[in-house]
């Protein structure tokens, strides 16, 4: 089964929220909210209450760095906060700089500096992999919804 039909079955149940940015038709991004958080115990236990940012992904190359990953983290962020979470959490590979460079300026820190991420995955022959990498959990506290008052 492909990763975007378990994203969608995830969110059929109403435990995720799964994002997918489009371009003249085309899906270009995407961007999963699990909102039990990590599956990590180590992440889950220092992040309890805090949903995740999963499997960010900007696609094709060129579409990269064109704005497209912080308007998903934004859109994310703004779900996220409407559901009542005043944080909101993401894993990043250790040797991601790139992506470690823009978590941080958008107000991500560290939280669990060093963990191990696994996941799995099929290949076009529907062989599945095992992955395993060392990465950081990075958090970011929300903004709250501004109350407005009435006008009369």
Same mark, same amino acid.
């Given at each position: 089964?492909?990763?975007h039909r378990r994203r969608f079955e995830r969110q059929s149940r109403g435990t995720a929220a799964y994002l997918v940015a489009w371009l003249a038709?085309?899906?270009v991004g995407h961007l999963l909210i699990i909102w039990a958080g990590c599956d990590v115990d180590q992440v889950?236990? %220092?992040t309890a209450g805090c949903p %995740?940012?999963?499997a960010l992904g900007v696609w094709p190359p060129e579409q990269r760095r064109q704005g497209t990953g912080r308007e998903l983290l934004r859109q994310a962020e703004m779900l996220v906060s409407a559901h009542g979470y005043r944080v909101v959490g993401l894993g990043v590979a250790n040797g991601n700089l790139e992506a470690t460079r823009l978590y941080r300026s958008l107000?991500?820190?560290a939280r669990v500096q060093r963990y191990?991420?696994?996941w799995t995955w099929v290949d076009h022959d529907g062989v599945e992999? %095992? %992955?395993a990498e060392e990465a950081s959990f990075l958090v970011k506290y929300l903004e709250?919804?501004?109350k407005r008052s009435p006008i009369y």
């Open positions: 089964m492909s990763h038709g085309r899906p889950r236990w %220092e %995740e940012l999963n107000g991500y820190v191990v991420d696994r992999h %095992e %992955e709250t919804a501004k």
